[in-house]
Nanobody, 114 residues
Framework: QVQFVESGGGLVQPGGSLRLFCTAT????????MAWYRQAPGKQRDLVAL???????NYANSAKGRFTISRDNAKKTVYLQMNSLKPEDTAVYYC????????WGQGTQVTVSS
């Protein structure tokens, strides 16, 4: 069964940084594209960043230049380094495969506020 466990969220001031972690029990993790998604209250869940099996990356316009996605296949872990955080980055962050599966973890809350 596919399972994703996210961690690393928290409360941070505008301009601050956070690093999110996601461990995935995907049997073919190393050959799977992985992604981070986020969902703000009252909004749909949107793609933030993705990384392919060959480590090519792509970012939503809102994340470009501030966020960096990376992966460690040996640990079946995906990371999201978030810098220069803004209040509009406040959301629950989830990881999943790309394209997404029907399986979702509990997510990790990121709150950017002074």
């Amino acid at each position: 069964q596919v399972q994703f466990v996210e961690s690393g969220g928290g409360l941070v001031q505008p301009g601050g940084s956070l690093r999110l972690f996601c461990t995935a029990t995907v049997s073919i993790f190393s050959s799977s594209a992985m992604a981070w998604y986020r969902q703000a209250p009252g909004k749909q869940r949107d793609l933030v960043a993705l990384i392919t099996s060959s480590n090519s990356t792509n970012y939503a316009n809102s994340a470009k230049g501030r966020f960096t996605i990376s992966r460690d296949n040996a640990k079946k872990t995906v990371y999201l380094q978030m810098n220069s955080l803004k209040p509009e980055d406040t959301a629950v962050y989830y990881c999943n495969s790309y394209p997404r599966t029907i399986y979702w973890g509990q997510g990790t809350q990121v709150t950017v506020s002074s």
